[in-house]
């Protein structure tokens, strides 16, 4: 019993740590790369506990609601729980594909340029950077059809700030040469995702017939 007293008690100071590094991140950036960046947590566990479960739940969010808009043809629904589940698994393959490979391409890189950052700072430095975008993505996978709804997204863009105030900090990159990494950074990032939503269609093209295709 107190093995399980334990662990619950565990998550939930996991869960306010998350909690106040979000608000944090995002209203007192500055100060919070600073406290980031002398931090000595494994990256594993930040995967783990802050990043993982905004791609979870936004996987999630986006299966349920496909399952429930699924088309009712007749010809189509016996692939309704499977495609659903496709979608679940893609959807959580990418961001953590992006992120890590993104985090490792992006390390080297900053070592390249002069950065002297610790060896997962980069990691720590998108994952973070990464929450206005984590955010954005649990509303926008649900599909409300509400008025505007699409300019909510925009609000991803705040990752870009949050990613050029902490390169400094984190990765010690020489002022100069900030602005060489973002540049490299996004267009790194923005390949690394186009690649992957290709493989992902195509993949959905050979496992269902075009009439789910088109649904998608």
């Given at each position: 019993?107190?093995?399980?007293?334990?662990?619950?008690?565990?998550?939930?100071?996991?869960i306010?740590?998350?909690l106040?590094?979000?608000?944090?991140?995002?209203?007192?950036?500055?100060?919070?790369?600073?406290?980031?960046?002398?931090?000595?947590?494994?990256?594993?566990?930040?995967i783990?506990?802050?990043?993982?479960?905004?791609?979870?739940?936004?996987a999630?969010?986006k299966?349920?609601?496909?399952?429930?808009?699924?088309?009712?043809?007749?010809n189509?629904?016996?692939?309704?729980?499977?495609?659903?589940?496709?979608?679940?698994?893609?959807?959580?393959?990418?961001?953590?594909?992006?992120?890590?490979?993104?985090?490792?391409?992006?390390?080297?890189?900053?070592?390249?340029?002069?950065?002297?950052?610790?060896?997962?700072?980069?990691?720590?430095?998108?994952?973070?950077?990464?929450?206005?975008?984590?955010?954005?993505?649990l509303?926008?996978?649900?599909?409300?059809?509400?008025?505007?709804?699409?300019?909510?997204?925009?609000?991803?863009?705040?990752?870009?700030?949050?990613?050029?105030?902490g390169?400094?900090?984190v990765?010690?990159?020489?002022?100069?040469?900030?602005?060489?990494?973002?540049?490299?950074?996004?267009?790194l990032?923005?390949?690394?995702?186009?690649?992957m939503?290709?493989?992902?269609?195509?993949?959905?093209?050979?496992?269902?017939?075009?009439g789910v295709?088109?649904?998608?």
């Amino acid at each position: 019993m107190f093995p399980i007293f334990e662990q619950l008690k565990y998550i939930g100071m996991r869960i306010f740590r998350t909690l106040k590094r979000i608000i944090r991140i995002l209203i007192l950036p500055k100060r919070e790369w600073v406290s980031i960046a002398t931090e000595s947590e494994p990256i594993g566990l930040i995967i783990k506990y802050y990043a993982w479960p905004f791609i979870v739940l936004a996987a999630l969010i986006k299966a349920v609601s496909v399952f429930v808009k699924f088309t009712n043809d007749v010809n189509l629904v016996q692939f309704k729980i499977p495609f659903s589940l496709t979608i679940l698994l893609f959807y959580m393959i990418v961001p953590l594909f992006v992120i890590l490979v993104g985090g490792t391409v992006i390390s080297r890189f900053s070592k390249y340029i002069g950065g002297s950052g610790s060896k997962h700072g980069a990691l720590r430095l998108l994952i973070y950077s990464y929450t206005p975008v984590f955010l954005t993505t649990l509303f926008m996978n649900t599909e409300l059809h509400i008025q505007y709804l699409q300019y909510f997204g925009l609000i991803g863009i705040y990752a870009v700030v949050l990613f050029w105030l902490g390169m400094e900090p984190v990765l010690h990159i020489p002022t100069e040469r900030k602005f060489n990494l973002l540049i490299f950074s996004t267009m790194l990032l923005v390949f690394l995702f186009f690649i992957m939503m290709f493989i992902i269609r195509f993949s959905i093209n050979l496992l269902y017939p075009e009439g789910v295709v088109l649904f998608l």
